[in-house]
């Protein structure tokens, strides 16, 4: 399954008798599926059915919608929708009343989405009715472009991800072949600084001291650091090749990755294996970053 960015646009065009329209939806990183609708007079109507059409295909991103409609026609006709007005004003003096404010304002409530609706003089409900229906056809050709594009966007993302852990796999390579010298490394210094500091009259028997000096060197062993971090690239991988909407997976496993490289560098005693940290944790940073574009 590919996979899809979260960034996109799309723009199609539509004509309907003397009626011409352009759908344009722009598509940008958004933590849900965050939508913004601007369409004109005559169809908002249309805005639940817009947000039903893009959620089944599209789960992550933050979306801006716009229809620009023209009419080839000079004249239009204004039709107000009395009941939905009447219920607002009712509501608004009410409101006004009871919290001794200004009454409402005629010109705010009519600007209220669905108070008022543009026909052309000529065409029936019918009519009208079957236009919208064209409209709305142009939007799902919109939303079939605009996943197109964000899936094209997401394959030039997976192979930038896959460059980057395979730089990641390259230096928990590097850091298991020093780390595999380390433990032997680390007991041998501790052992010859606690002779300097006890010296040969020290009350502790040699075993005890190798006991400790052989804990302290376990402690300081970042091998199972790089196992765990050798376990993340497979399982990165693995949700790479499994497509679909895996940004939220993603992101976690990048936090795993941080931990494991976080304690690896608070361990080190050596600084080649504490440079490597430091390359993983910016290698790990700009995997975050395309990690938070993809849906």
């Known amino acids: 399954m590919k996979i899809s960015s979260m960034t996109g646009f ?3 065009e539509g004509t309907w008798k003397d009626t011409q329209w352009v759908w344009e939806i722009r598509s940008v990183n958004g933590r849900g599926l965050d939508m913004r609708m601007r369409l004109g007079n005559g169809f908002d109507k249309m805005d639940p059915d817009i947000r039903a059409a893009i959620k089944r295909q599209i789960s992550r991103g933050s979306l801006t919608i716009n229809l620009n409609v023209q009419q080839n026609r ?66 799902l050709d919109a939303i079939e472009a605009l996943v197109h594009s964000r899936m094209l966007e997401g394959e030039k993302l997976r192979s930038i991800m896959v460059e980057i852990l395979q730089n990641i796999s390259e230096q928990v390579e590097q850091a298991e072949r020093i780390a595999t010298t380390q433990p032997q490394i680390i007991k ?65 496993l990048v936090q795993e990755f941080n931990r494991e490289t976080n304690t690896l560098c608070s361990k080190s005693s050596d600084s080649t294996l504490t440079n490597i940290g430091l390359s993983l944790k910016t290698l790990i940073e700009q995997l975050r970053e395309q990690a938070q574009n993809i849906e």
């Open 10 to 12: 799309a723009r199609t």
């Open 188 to 252: 041998a210094k501790l052992t010859e600084r606690l002779q300097e500091l006890l010296g040969e009259n020290s009350a502790l028997e040699p075993e005890r001291i190798a006991q400790e000096v052989t804990l302290l060197a376990a402690k300081a062993d970042v091998r199972e650091e790089i196992d765990r971090l050798r376990l993340h690239v497979k399982a990165a991988y693995e949700i790479i090749e499994e497509g679909g909407a895996i940004g939220r997976k993603l992101d976690f």
């Open 74 to 139: 000079q004249q239009n006709n204004l039709t107000i929708n009395r009941a939905l007005f009447a219920e607002i004003l009712d509501t608004a003096r009410e409101l006004a009343q009871a919290h001794d404010i200004a009454p409402p304002d005629m010109n705010a409530l009519l600007n209220v989405r669905g108070i008022i609706d543009v026909l052309d003089p000529e065409e029936d409900a019918e009519e009208h009715e079957q236009k919208q229906e064209q409209v709305k056809s142009g939007l």
